[in-house]
Structures are given as C-alpha cells and as structure tokens.
C-alpha cells in the first residue's frame, strides 16, 4: 500500500514567500557540494550569483536553453545578437547553466530521474541563495494527442502511465506518492499570454509522463513491441478520454518536486507529432525547429510582461 | 498483479548470432528514423557505417565516451594522441556517438528512461547494421557499500530498490517485468582481465538500481529528506545483506533490455564513495578522475585481448 506523503512539519525556508527546503539537514552541513552542477556552497557565493533570480526555465536540451538564454537576453535588452552566454556548469557535462538578468535557463536531459537530479540540486541552490517569489517553468517538446503538430500544451495535471495524477516514488524501499497538480494562477496568466500572441494554438490540459519514449508511450517502432495498432489506438484513445492531449517525460516528478518545494511552476510543451496518427517524428528539421521555438516564445512574452517591459 | 513476461515468438533476426530484434514491425517500415541518435535508414547507410562493429561501450557522459574512444583508439593501435574523433550523433545534443575500428561508444545521460531510449535505438541500429556477436558494456560511476572508494564492481544482477532482482515497466498502462540477469561467462572473463591487471580492487556482485539519486538512496543532503540517518544506515546494511555492493541509476533496464535481446551485457562501475559512511561526493577532482579511468583500463585490456592483441 502507498501512503500519500504529508507536508513535513520542519520546513526550512530561506526567507518569508521562498524555498521550502523539506531536509532540516542542509542547513546543519559544513558545505554543500550540487555535484552534479558542479557548484558549492564552499567554493561559490552562491547568493551573490544567483539571489536575484525570479525565473527558472528547464528543458531537455543543453543548446536548446543557451539558446533561449539568448532569446530573453535579447528581448530584455540585457544582450546582443550573437553575444556568448558562459555556462555556469562548466567543468560538468551532467547539464549545462545559463544565466541572464533574472533569468536562469538550466538543462535538464530526459526522463524523470535525470530531471529530478537537476531538481534536487535546483532547489538546494535557490535555497542557498536565498532567492524568493522564483517560477519555474519547464519549456519542452512532445508528442500530442488529439492536436495539430506544432499546438502548445500547458499542462493541468501531470499524470503516470494509468492516467492517475500522481508521481510515485520509492524511499528506503517504500511506496510513496506526491500529487502532480501544477499552478492554475500561472495557466491562466500563460493562456493570457498565448492568447496576445495569438501565434499558435495553445491549450490546457493533462499531460501524461512516462518511463519510455517507446513501448511506454504505445510506439509501434521501438527495439521491442508486444501489441497491435488496435491496441495502442485504444490505448491513446482512453489517454484522450481522461484528457490528456500531449505525453512527455518529466512532469510528474517536476510537478510533485517544485508542489512540495512552495514553488510556483508550469509545464508548456509543443507537441511535434500527433499520436493518433503517426509514431515517427518525420517532420523536416526546420519544422521541428521553429516548432521548438514557441514555448520560448510564449515564456518570453510572460517574462517581459511580469518585469513591466513592453511586451 | 504483474506479469513475467514471456519470450516473444517472432523474433527478427538480421542474421545468425545476432541481434533478437522483438518487433515484427520494423522490418515492415519504408524509413525508420533514429530520431535521438539524428540517423535514420533511408539518410544513413547503417551498415557500411556500423556493420563491423563488435563491442558497445556505453555510460552517461559524453566527454568521458568522447575520451574513451581516444584511449581505446591507442591501446588497439588505431588512433594517435590527440586525434579528434568526431560526433557521429552530431545535429542532436541527446547522445554522443564515437566509434573507432570495432568499438562503438556512446553516452546515455543520466537514469533508465535516458539509457532506454537510447537503447531503443541503439538495438535497432545493430540490426539494421546486420552486427553480429555483439558485446554492450556499461561504463559507469556509482555509490559503493562497504566497499573502499575507486574500487570496480561487476554487475552480477541489477535489483530495484527493494532489492528484487526485476525490471519494472509500464506498457499500455499495465506491469510488465523483465529480468536483469548479466552474463556469468562475460563477468568472469571480465574478472580475468582485472586480475591480470591487478591495479584496483574488483568484485562481482549485485547492482541496486534506483530512479533518483537522493531520496531514492538514502541520502541525508537532497532537497527532500523524511528520516533518519539510523533509517538509512538500517537500509544500506539491509542492501549490503542482499549481496548489494553499489548503487547506480541504469544497470535494471540496461540488462533487461540487453538480455531480451539475446546481446551479452556487462555492467563495469568504479564506485565514487562508501555509501556506508558519506553521502557527498567530495573526493578531489584529480582522484575521481582517476578512478573514472578504472572501468575504461579494464574494458580496454578485455577488448585488446578479444581480439588477440598483446594486453
């Protein structure tokens, strides 16, 4: 049996509307090494580095977020067309950290491991670093359900495999579930966004997180496959009918993360395939790529109108 | 309830002694493209590209694959120092793909949906390639138990958190389980290799595999952290009593997935730290690298003397 996991009584926060840090450990410890973004309490100001960051945007691909960083530098009028961005992790290729004014652009991999490793030490920083009123917003690709190639999904609720909202983990070898429900004050103000831009088709709604790309997602095209089209139809169909319109691979444990961490978060996901109609991404690369651009666009447009600038 | 799953019947073979491939459906396909390795049948020939290749090295970071496939270039006599080894996987940031002579590396990024992916892909390129007698190797770091630091350990079996030695997948929303048992014989001419190097220590023994670094080992210092360092210790002494000497985030589906597919596999990880006594990683930057070096001396004197070179 699982139990639903309680809010821990002993949060630590860094400073009143902050990061909750749920590990009464850290602030006990000599130094803090974020191995994996090779930074450290010891060996960094990490308040002085960071304390001002009041966005965070995570996706999958390193040169996917250095070019983002780009991006919102140029639309904040904080850099140039061409300028070099530094990678703040450099001498680690786990993942790769971008920084412009307040905002931070991280890589995060794929899957739920990957992301929650990326999260884990995230969390830490912001705490260090004594950050508060922080959004993080994961800006991704995949696959759609339901919705013409190129729509951009922000997600209600993440949910597993069996369609339920909720992220399962194991501690110590037991069960134990975080809810996946993300920020209905931040959809809304992203769906504002989306709706000046008017650009490209944008909804909200459930977004299922998976362990695999392949067999975990129905794909007919993997190194193994043990069911018809019948039934992966079926199975997308039922995916559709509890409302799920696009699948990804973080979600779940970046919803239930950012949910027990007091921080604000969304999911905006363009979706590069249609399911019900296709496995394969067979769009041309230029497609994909101009695709990829509208999260961005969308995140870029909340940034500037949340910092005042002429949006 | 879970189901064991059974052998497939239709096997597709691309030739004897070769790659299991359990999908009737991609010898059917017109194109099949390898999104994430940016490769595809109809825009690469896969067989004059990878058709002789005899061993895969695999592990999680590009650079250290990127300098793999320099040193086993040397030792096999291929490739001077400081030669460049270009990106086969270049165009995508997901994976990074070297090869040199007969050996194929790769890395996977971090967790079991990021090494199954590539997997996925990595199996289908085999066989499209027509590879026969195939050997993958997971080259990889981990967290040791009981174990002196820099110390390499030989997957016996890869066990989930509760210490069952099983792959757990969700297919069409339902459990099914694979197995995770390595090669004996693979394991044992691996030992030999270790004891005629005699450089550091190695074991064979089994492998927990988890979904997240922190809570799901037992570390006191993620940014969640429900209990105590007696529960922890309890737990790591209970791994430890199931025959469990490290602690990784791959080995699980990297030998479900070789194993379902009739490739002999191993699992060669150095161990970063006693698990048994710290949590960080704070070993100096010159001794981890040198303890990354161990898996990579030890994969490198196995292949030279597959291949009848002076070890």
New interface residues.
Partial sequence: MATQ?KK?ENLQHSNEYSIH??????SE?K???L??FNLGTKTHDLQAMFGNVKFVCVG????RMKAFTGYIGEELGLSQPGMDHPNICEGT??YAMYKIGPVLSISH??????I??M???L??LL?HAKCSDVVIIRIGTCGGIGLEPGSVVLTRKAT????KPEFE?????KRIVRSTELSDDLNQELMACAKELNEFNTVVANTMC???????Q?R????????TDK??QE?LQ?AYDAGIRNIE?ESSIFAA?CG??GIKAAVVCVTLLNRLKED???SSHEVLVEYQKRPQKLVGHFIKKRLGRKA
């Fill in positions: 996991e821990p840090l749920s590990n009464p450990n850290i410890m130094e803090d090494i191995y994996h999958g691909s390193p040169t290729d786990r991999g794929m899957g739920v491991p990957s929650g490793i999260l884990h030490e969390i830490k705490y597993d495999s069996c369609f983990q194991f501690v110590l070898g998976t362990l695999d790309f392949y067999e975990g129905a007919l095209d993997g190194a193994f496959c043990s069911y039934d992966k199975y039922a691979m993360m027990a961490s394969q991404i067979s």
